[in-house]
């Protein structure tokens, strides 16, 4: 298999399966505990927090551990919304991953107004918009560092800097940027930011949130006071260690990923434009994550193309997804302004250190033999019509 889905999820690195491995067997302890195997426990995840605090360049005491991004996320905006009953407006973006989207769309239903910021068609929002919408009813701001779909990177550290001159908590979704490009919180105003350990070769249901010292935080979950009473519920502790161990990792390769998955990221994509005709790239070339290429494919559903790339060995996702039958295409490219069509059309490939070159030049080849595939056996107009688009209501969701 030819695992070119790693925004999705990641491979889990031995390293970190390792190291957490004594934590589903003898050491089982509850880290709450005060006898000594209790304790040892505890330790095991003081140490995780510090390696997480130092991937973002924070403090252990600014770290909590969550289950997942989408959490982290929720908690976020969710704290934010408790702290003054007279600040009850978020500014975020239409392009914002779905455990931002629906989170805001079920709020605006309960009276919290929320100003969805546009995208231009590089996939950039403008910060003198952003300016513009904050109020001094605003509860946060959230905007994501990384988009999933495109890669496309924000200047956090200029947006987070307007939104402290104007007096509002700044979140940012850093679910797709924390290992892949440098992310230090010492350097932005951030109030809360917020990671998923799948997405850094961890496994999954353990995430965390950054909350700046000093900053207010209302708990999401009430229980035993875990977190320094910031997050109820007994740890996750194998999972923790190994988002520990994960981060640690992450650091020690991010020259890695900005080199050589960056190269084999552009060979794959330089390949695929040069050799299939009909491709465009989606989303800025240069300001984005050095791992995720975004094609769109003219004439071709992304479907029916995620499909046969699976019989021919390769993973990756599409930019639209099949619910009941009927195909959406992905809110991200749509907010960029591009037609449903080329939405539809569209795939993305994200690499990891997993990845190998000689990988990438089968990936080439597959992806060439699937587009012309299926042009051959479109029909002149209407829906496409091919094997491959048979399973197609048995897909269901989308893995962003
Ligand atoms: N935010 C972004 C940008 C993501 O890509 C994802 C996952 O795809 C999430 C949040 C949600 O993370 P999790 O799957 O850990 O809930």
């Not at 239903?109 to 995208?119: N, S």
């Not at 909350?211 to 999972?239: K, W, Y």
Request: proline fraction near 4%.
């Amino acid at each position: 298999m030819i695992y070119l889905d790693n925004n999705a999820t990641t491979r889990i690195d031995p390293d970190v399966l390792e190291e957490m491995l004594p934590f589903l067997r003898e050491q089982f302890s509850n880290p709450s505990s005060l006898y000594a195997s209790g304790q040892r426990v505890r330790k095991a995840i003081d140490n995780a927090r510090e390696r997480v605090a130092a991937l973002l360049g924070a403090t252990p005491g600014e770290i909590i551990f969550t289950s997942c991004g989408t959490e982290s996320n929720n908690a976020a905006i969710w704290s934010a919304l408790q702290i003054d009953p007279d600040r009850q407006h978020i500014v975020t973006t239409a392009v914002e991953h779905s455990a931002i989207v629906k989170q805001c769309e079920y709020l605006a239903k309960r009276g919290v107004e929320i100003t969805w910021l546009k995208v231009d068609n590089r996939g950039f929002i403008d910060p003198a918009q952003f300016e513009r919408a904050l109020r001094s009813d605003t509860a946060i701001a959230s905007l994501m560092w990384a988009n999933n779909e495109t890669g496309v990177l924000w200047p956090i550290e200029e947006l987070a800097a307007i939104a402290r001159d104007k007096g509002v908590m700044f979140h940012t979704d850093a679910v797709q940027a924390v290992g892949k490009v440098s992310v230090n919180v010492g350097r932005a105003p951030i109030t809360a930011l917020s990671l998923s350990g799948h997405k850094l070769h961890c496994p999954k249901g353990v995430g965390a949130l950054f909350v700046r010292n000093r900053s207010r935080f209302v708990p999401f979950l009430r229980g035993g006071g875990q977190e320094n009473g910031r997050r109820g519920g007994t740890e996750n502790v194998a999972s923790i260690v190994a988002l520990g161990k994960a981060a640690e990792l992450a650091l020690e390769h991010l020259e890695e990923v900005n080199t050589r998955v960056r190269a084999m990221r552009d060979e794959f994509e330089h390949g695929v434009l040069q050799s299939v005709s009909g491709s465009v790239r989606n989303g800025d070339a240069s300001q984005r994550l050095p791992n995720t290429s975004n094609i769109s494919f003219e004439n071709v559903d992304s479907e029916a193309a995620l499909l046969l790339l699976d019989q021919s060995g390769v993973c990756c996702s599409a930019g639209s997804a099949c619910t009941a039958g009927s195909i959406h295409p992905s809110h991200v490219l749509l907010g960029m302004g591009l037609d449903a069509d080329r939405a539809r059309g569209s795939l993305r490939f994200s690499f990891s250190r997993f990845n190998t070159e000689t990988e990438v030049v089968d990936a080439v080849r597959a992806v060439r033999e699937v587009v012309e595939k299926l042009r051959s056996t479109r029909p002149k107009s209407g829906a496409i019509a091919t094997d491959a688009t048979r399973p197609l209501a048995a897909v269901s969701a989308r893995a962003e």
